[in-house]
Protein backbone atom coordinates (compact mmCIF):
# COMPACT_ATOMS: atom_id res chain seq x y z
CA UNK A 1 0.00 0.00 0.00
CA UNK A 2 1.24 3.78 -0.94
CA UNK A 3 -0.14 5.93 1.99
CA UNK A 4 0.37 9.94 1.30
CA UNK A 5 0.55 11.84 4.36
CA UNK A 6 -0.33 15.54 4.55
CA UNK A 7 0.37 17.15 7.80
CA UNK A 8 0.06 20.36 9.30
CA UNK A 9 2.78 20.83 12.07
CA UNK A 10 0.99 23.65 13.33
CA UNK A 11 -2.25 22.54 13.29
CA UNK A 12 -3.11 22.36 17.34
CA UNK A 13 -3.15 20.83 20.49
CA UNK A 14 -2.92 16.73 18.75
CA UNK A 15 -0.71 17.34 16.42
CA UNK A 16 1.73 15.29 17.51
CA UNK A 17 -0.19 12.17 17.16
CA UNK A 18 0.45 11.69 13.69
CA UNK A 19 3.38 10.10 13.87
CA UNK A 20 1.73 7.68 16.31
CA UNK A 21 -0.87 7.50 13.76
CA UNK A 22 2.12 6.54 10.91
CA UNK A 23 3.77 3.99 13.44
CA UNK A 24 0.22 2.48 13.91
CA UNK A 25 -0.55 2.20 9.92
CA UNK A 26 3.05 0.95 8.72
CA UNK A 27 3.11 -2.79 7.50
CA UNK A 28 6.00 -4.53 5.60
CA UNK A 29 5.72 -3.66 2.24
CA UNK A 30 4.49 -0.54 2.76
CA UNK A 31 5.47 2.83 1.34
CA UNK A 32 4.07 5.63 3.70
CA UNK A 33 5.54 9.54 2.55
CA UNK A 34 4.93 12.36 4.78
CA UNK A 35 4.56 15.73 3.70
CA UNK A 36 4.43 18.94 5.91
CA UNK A 37 2.52 22.12 4.56
CA UNK A 38 2.64 25.26 5.31
CA UNK A 39 5.33 28.20 4.64
CA UNK A 40 7.57 26.64 1.32
CA UNK A 41 4.84 23.79 0.68
CA UNK A 42 1.08 25.00 -0.07
CA UNK A 43 -1.62 22.00 0.02
CA UNK A 44 -1.94 22.62 -3.95
CA UNK A 45 1.91 21.05 -4.44
CA UNK A 46 1.84 18.38 -1.25
CA UNK A 47 -1.18 16.95 -3.36
CA UNK A 48 -0.23 17.14 -7.23
CA UNK A 49 0.43 13.76 -7.56
CA UNK A 50 -2.03 12.39 -5.38
CA UNK A 51 -3.58 10.20 -7.68
CA UNK A 52 -0.23 7.81 -7.42
CA UNK A 53 -1.20 6.99 -3.90
CA UNK A 54 -3.45 4.10 -2.63
CA UNK A 55 -4.71 6.19 0.09
CA UNK A 56 -4.47 9.46 1.98
CA UNK A 57 -4.89 10.88 5.03
CA UNK A 58 -5.10 14.69 5.71
CA UNK A 59 -4.24 15.63 9.28
CA UNK A 60 -4.01 19.27 10.40
CA UNK A 61 -7.14 21.70 11.86
CA UNK A 62 -10.85 22.21 9.65
CA UNK A 63 -8.64 25.23 7.60
CA UNK A 64 -6.14 22.55 6.55
CA UNK A 65 -8.82 19.70 5.82
CA UNK A 66 -10.09 22.12 3.62
CA UNK A 67 -7.53 23.17 1.59
CA UNK A 68 -6.22 20.08 1.61
CA UNK A 69 -9.60 18.48 0.14
CA UNK A 70 -10.13 21.40 -1.91
CA UNK A 71 -7.11 20.40 -3.94
CA UNK A 72 -8.82 16.63 -4.34
CA UNK A 73 -12.39 16.91 -5.24
CA UNK A 74 -12.82 14.71 -8.19
CA UNK A 75 -9.80 12.53 -7.80
CA UNK A 76 -11.34 10.06 -6.00
CA UNK A 77 -8.25 8.70 -3.76
CA UNK A 78 -9.28 7.36 -1.09
CA UNK A 79 -8.92 9.71 2.27
CA UNK A 80 -9.14 9.64 5.34
CA UNK A 81 -9.27 12.69 8.21
CA UNK A 82 -7.08 12.54 11.04
CA UNK A 83 -8.00 15.25 13.71
CA UNK A 84 -5.00 17.43 14.47
CA UNK A 85 -6.59 20.74 15.17
CA UNK A 86 -8.41 22.72 17.44
CA UNK A 87 -12.26 21.82 16.96
CA UNK A 88 -12.44 19.23 14.35
CA UNK A 89 -15.81 19.55 13.32
CA UNK A 90 -15.63 17.80 10.14
CA UNK A 91 -13.77 15.03 11.41
CA UNK A 92 -16.54 15.15 14.03
CA UNK A 93 -19.37 15.42 11.25
CA UNK A 94 -18.03 12.05 9.51
CA UNK A 95 -18.15 10.10 12.86
CA UNK A 96 -15.09 7.56 12.77
CA UNK A 97 -13.69 6.73 15.94
CA UNK A 98 -11.06 8.54 17.37
CA UNK A 99 -8.61 6.19 18.56
CA UNK A 100 -5.51 6.47 16.55
CA UNK A 101 -5.50 2.31 16.39
CA UNK A 102 -8.79 2.28 15.09
CA UNK A 103 -7.90 4.92 12.59
CA UNK A 104 -5.56 3.63 11.16
CA UNK A 105 -7.13 0.25 10.56
CA UNK A 106 -9.98 2.32 9.23
CA UNK A 107 -7.04 3.77 6.52
CA UNK A 108 -5.83 0.14 5.95
CA UNK A 109 -9.25 -1.75 5.22
CA UNK A 110 -10.05 1.59 2.98
CA UNK A 111 -13.70 1.52 2.70
CA UNK A 112 -15.10 5.05 1.55
CA UNK A 113 -18.35 7.14 1.42
CA UNK A 114 -18.93 9.71 -1.36
CA UNK A 115 -19.72 13.19 0.44
CA UNK A 116 -20.16 16.55 -0.84
CA UNK A 117 -17.76 19.61 -0.57
CA UNK A 118 -19.20 23.69 -0.77
CA UNK A 119 -17.54 25.60 -3.14
CA UNK A 120 -17.79 29.78 -1.84
CA UNK A 121 -16.83 32.34 -4.60
CA UNK A 122 -16.58 36.31 -3.68
CA UNK A 123 -15.67 39.18 -4.76
CA UNK A 124 -11.74 40.65 -4.00
CA UNK A 125 -11.07 44.53 -3.64
CA UNK A 126 -10.30 44.88 -7.77
CA UNK A 127 -13.67 43.11 -7.86
CA UNK A 128 -12.24 39.94 -9.67
CA UNK A 129 -13.90 36.78 -8.37
CA UNK A 130 -12.07 34.08 -6.54
CA UNK A 131 -13.28 30.88 -5.34
CA UNK A 132 -12.50 27.90 -2.32
CA UNK A 133 -14.00 24.36 -1.26
CA UNK A 134 -15.55 24.42 1.70
CA UNK A 135 -16.66 21.29 4.19
CA UNK A 136 -18.36 22.61 7.17
CA UNK A 137 -19.78 26.33 7.55
CA UNK A 138 -18.98 29.57 4.91
CA UNK A 139 -20.87 32.65 6.26
CA UNK A 140 -20.86 36.39 6.79
CA UNK A 141 -21.49 38.16 10.33
CA UNK A 142 -21.77 37.09 13.55
CA UNK A 143 -19.37 33.85 12.96
CA UNK A 144 -17.13 35.79 10.93
CA UNK A 145 -16.10 37.79 14.05
CA UNK A 146 -15.94 35.47 16.35
CA UNK A 147 -13.48 33.52 14.10
CA UNK A 148 -11.25 36.29 13.96
CA UNK A 149 -11.77 37.75 17.17
CA UNK A 150 -10.73 33.79 18.55
CA UNK A 151 -7.57 33.44 15.96
CA UNK A 152 -4.56 34.46 17.89
CA UNK A 153 -5.78 32.48 20.98
CA UNK A 154 -7.04 29.51 19.38
CA UNK A 155 -3.77 27.02 19.08
CA UNK A 156 -2.96 27.76 22.79
CA UNK A 157 -6.64 27.74 24.48
CA UNK A 158 -8.49 25.78 22.36
CA UNK A 159 -12.18 25.60 22.02
CA UNK A 160 -12.71 27.92 24.97
CA UNK A 161 -11.41 30.63 22.40
CA UNK A 162 -14.41 30.89 20.41
CA UNK A 163 -16.64 31.24 23.51
CA UNK A 164 -14.65 34.15 25.04
CA UNK A 165 -14.92 35.92 21.28
CA UNK A 166 -18.81 35.45 21.12
CA UNK A 167 -18.89 36.21 24.77
CA UNK A 168 -16.78 39.77 23.89
CA UNK A 169 -19.46 40.06 20.98
CA UNK A 170 -22.77 41.22 23.12
CA UNK A 171 -24.24 43.20 20.54
CA UNK A 172 -23.38 42.21 16.62
CA UNK A 173 -23.61 44.51 13.63
CA UNK A 174 -27.01 43.49 11.74
CA UNK A 175 -26.99 43.77 7.85
CA UNK A 176 -29.35 43.55 5.39
CA UNK A 177 -29.03 40.47 3.29
CA UNK A 178 -30.35 39.86 0.12
CA UNK A 179 -30.09 36.40 -1.06
CA UNK A 180 -30.71 34.75 -4.40
CA UNK A 181 -31.03 30.69 -3.77
CA UNK A 182 -32.18 28.60 -6.77
CA UNK A 183 -33.94 31.61 -8.35
CA UNK A 184 -35.96 32.73 -5.56
CA UNK A 185 -34.92 35.82 -3.70
CA UNK A 186 -35.07 36.15 0.26
CA UNK A 187 -34.53 40.28 1.74
CA UNK A 188 -33.83 39.28 5.26
CA UNK A 189 -31.80 41.61 7.91
CA UNK A 190 -29.67 39.79 10.36
CA UNK A 191 -26.59 39.26 12.64
CA UNK A 192 -25.73 36.79 10.31
CA UNK A 193 -25.78 34.55 6.96
CA UNK A 194 -24.32 31.11 7.23
CA UNK A 195 -24.48 27.62 4.60
CA UNK A 196 -23.63 24.91 5.62
CA UNK A 197 -22.45 21.79 3.97
CA UNK A 198 -22.37 19.60 7.25
CA UNK A 199 -24.19 20.39 10.24
CA UNK A 200 -22.70 19.47 13.61
CA UNK A 201 -20.73 21.70 15.39
CA UNK A 202 -19.26 21.82 19.58
CA UNK A 203 -20.68 19.87 21.92
CA UNK A 204 -22.29 17.50 19.07
CA UNK A 205 -25.33 20.08 18.25
CA UNK A 206 -27.01 19.98 14.63
CA UNK A 207 -27.22 23.29 13.46
CA UNK A 208 -28.93 22.16 9.89
CA UNK A 209 -31.23 20.19 11.10
CA UNK A 210 -31.90 18.46 7.60
CA UNK A 211 -28.62 18.66 6.57
CA UNK A 212 -26.37 15.95 4.95
CA UNK A 213 -22.94 15.95 3.78
CA UNK A 214 -24.14 13.82 0.72
CA UNK A 215 -27.75 15.26 -0.18
CA UNK A 216 -26.28 17.31 -3.09
CA UNK A 217 -27.37 20.53 -1.15
CA UNK A 218 -26.60 23.87 0.92
CA UNK A 219 -28.20 24.38 4.06
CA UNK A 220 -28.45 28.04 4.24
CA UNK A 221 -29.44 30.08 7.48
CA UNK A 222 -30.13 33.50 8.55
CA UNK A 223 -29.97 34.44 12.55
CA UNK A 224 -32.40 37.25 13.62
CA UNK A 225 -31.45 40.67 14.22
CA UNK A 226 -30.82 40.12 17.88
CA UNK A 227 -27.57 40.51 20.86
CA UNK A 228 -26.21 38.21 21.71
CA UNK A 229 -28.40 37.31 25.47
CA UNK A 230 -31.85 37.68 22.66
CA UNK A 231 -29.97 34.63 21.66
CA UNK A 232 -30.76 32.19 24.25
CA UNK A 233 -34.03 30.36 23.21
CA UNK A 234 -31.58 29.05 20.27
CA UNK A 235 -29.20 27.98 22.40
CA UNK A 236 -31.24 26.54 25.14
CA UNK A 237 -32.91 24.59 22.01
CA UNK A 238 -29.88 23.17 20.73
CA UNK A 239 -28.40 22.07 24.54
CA UNK A 240 -31.91 20.06 25.10
CA UNK A 241 -32.55 19.00 21.51
CA UNK A 242 -29.20 18.49 19.67
CA UNK A 243 -30.83 16.84 16.82
CA UNK A 244 -33.39 19.74 16.35
CA UNK A 245 -36.23 17.48 15.28
CA UNK A 246 -38.07 19.01 17.93
CA UNK A 247 -37.84 22.24 18.36
CA UNK A 248 -35.74 23.34 15.65
CA UNK A 249 -34.11 26.07 15.67
CA UNK A 250 -35.69 29.33 16.51
CA UNK A 251 -34.70 32.73 15.73
CA UNK A 252 -33.31 31.02 12.48
CA UNK A 253 -34.81 31.23 8.68
CA UNK A 254 -33.53 28.51 7.17
CA UNK A 255 -33.82 27.01 3.46
CA UNK A 256 -32.05 24.48 1.04
CA UNK A 257 -30.18 25.24 -2.00
CA UNK A 258 -27.69 23.84 -4.87
CA UNK A 259 -26.35 27.39 -5.33
CA UNK A 260 -27.07 30.81 -3.78
CA UNK A 261 -25.43 34.31 -4.43
CA UNK A 262 -25.61 36.67 -1.28
CA UNK A 263 -25.41 40.87 -1.35
CA UNK A 264 -24.83 41.85 2.07
CA UNK A 265 -24.77 45.94 3.50
CA UNK A 266 -23.18 46.62 5.10
CA UNK A 267 -20.05 44.15 4.67
CA UNK A 268 -19.80 42.00 7.51
CA UNK A 269 -16.83 40.30 6.67
CA UNK A 270 -16.49 36.35 5.34
CA UNK A 271 -15.13 33.16 6.50
CA UNK A 272 -14.85 29.41 5.88
CA UNK A 273 -14.02 26.98 8.03
CA UNK A 274 -12.73 29.07 10.37
CA UNK A 275 -10.34 30.57 8.19
CA UNK A 276 -10.86 34.18 7.64
CA UNK A 277 -11.55 35.95 3.76
CA UNK A 278 -9.67 39.52 2.79
CA UNK A 279 -12.59 40.90 1.35
CA UNK A 280 -15.05 43.79 1.86
CA UNK A 281 -17.11 43.71 -0.90
CA UNK A 282 -20.08 41.94 1.29
CA UNK A 283 -21.03 39.64 -2.18
CA UNK A 284 -20.37 36.18 -1.80
CA UNK A 285 -21.81 32.70 -3.19
CA UNK A 286 -21.82 29.42 -2.50
CA UNK A 287 -22.69 26.20 -4.91
CA UNK A 288 -22.60 22.78 -4.22
CA UNK A 289 -19.86 20.25 -5.41
CA UNK A 290 -21.90 16.75 -5.33
CA UNK A 291 -19.70 13.45 -4.23
CA UNK A 292 -16.99 15.00 -5.24
CA UNK A 293 -14.65 13.20 -1.97
CA UNK A 294 -14.04 9.48 -1.34
CA UNK A 295 -13.51 9.65 2.89
CA UNK A 296 -12.29 6.96 4.19
CA UNK A 297 -15.35 5.54 6.74
CA UNK A 298 -15.40 2.95 9.57
CA UNK A 299 -18.66 0.97 11.39
CA UNK A 300 -19.18 4.07 13.17
CA UNK A 301 -19.91 6.29 10.97
CA UNK A 302 -23.26 7.64 9.74
CA UNK A 303 -22.22 7.86 6.14
CA UNK A 304 -21.53 3.88 6.23
CA UNK A 305 -25.85 4.42 6.51
CA UNK A 306 -26.33 6.72 4.08
Known sequence: MRC????????????????AFEHALAAA????VMRFIGQGMEAEDATRDARSFDRMVVSGGDGTVANVLDCLR???VPVLVFPSGTANLFFNNIGNGSEIAALAAACRAGRTAQVDMGELFWQDESGATQRHGFTIIAGSGFDATIMKKAAPAKRDIGEIA???????????????FSIEHDGVVEELDGISCMIGNTAVIQNGINLFPDCRMNDGLLDIAVIEPVGLVQLLPTAL?????PAGKNLGRPQLKMFQAREVMVRCSPSLGMQFDGELVDSASGVFGARVLPRCLDLIVDEFSPLTRA
Open 4 to 19: LIIHNLASGPRSDEIF
Open 29 to 32: GDEV
Open 74 to 76: DTH
Open 162 to 176: YFLSALSTLEPEVAH
Open 237 to 241: AAVID
